[in-house]
């Protein structure tokens, strides 16, 4: 036991530099499909928020893609003309598995606000838009990234699948440490894509103190908790 940690340490001292090169471009990846995913899910969370069919029909095929496994669908991806093995395909499959999370919960967030605080707004005289804008979002906002948070997660252990068609990241080590029976490159593989998990789940927990509402934070935390005790 002794002796396969020593092998370990030193497999992932030795080759620091090149598990950091696979670090960033697996970050890059991510970067991107994240970026992507948010623009397009939100938008299409938005858009399908008043229709409980069209809604549901979304869900429903994003719950399929989410059964499809990883290899079969960046297998479908690649098959398809003009993207093949390529970064493109890498960033579509995890655009795709993001889509049931992101959605799911910005539809829930935006239909969960409390319908008092909606008559409010529109007997000040707001329009569906300005409600939209600055009263449903601002209070989705911690529903929201909580969906973010868990796509994010998601995205890092499905990248490292990425390394079958063309990706240079994580994957790698992995990949190559089952190829070669190379028990040392698998596990530094394996605790590098969880540590980096573990990091993104810490960041975005961050981003969503500094960009929520310290109202709406108290207010989730007394829910929670049950409210406060008299």
Do not use: C
Request: no cysteine.
């Amino acid at each position: 036991m002794i002796h396969e940690l020593l092998r370990v340490l030193r497999y992932f001292i030795n080759n620091i530099e090149r598990i950091a090169g696979y670090a960033l471009e697996h970050s890059i990846l991510i970067l991107i499909a994240v970026v992507v995913s948010v623009t397009v899910w939100v938008t299409v969370g938005i858009a399908v928020r008043n229709n409980k069919r069209i809604a549901d029909g979304v869900l429903g095929v994003g719950s399929i893609i989410m059964a499809i496994p990883s290899l079969a669908l960046y297998g479908i991806l690649i098959s398809i003309p003009g993207l093949g093995l390529s970064r493109q395909s890498a960033v579509l499959g995890l655009v795709l598995y993001s889509m049931l999370p992101i959605v799911r919960n910005v539809v829930i967030a935006l239909n969960s606000v409390d319908p008092s605080i909606m008559e409010a707004a529109k007997g000040m005289g707001m329009s569906q838009r300005q409600i939209l804008r600055k009263v449903q979002l601002p209070l989705a906002i911690p529903v929201i990234l909580a969906g973010v948070r868990v796509a994010m997660v998601m995205m890092v252990g499905v990248a490292t699948l990425a390394v079958y068609i063309g990706e240079r990241n994580l994957g790698v080590l992995i990949e190559q440490g089952l190829t070669r029976t190379r028990s040392d490159m698998i596990i530094v593989g394996a605790i590098v894509v969880s540590l980096f998990a573990i990091v993104i789940d810490i960041l975005v927990g961050r981003l969503e103190n500094l960009v929520v509402s310290k109202g709406i934070l108290r207010d989730d935390a007394s829910q929670t908790t049950g409210g406060d005790v008299q």
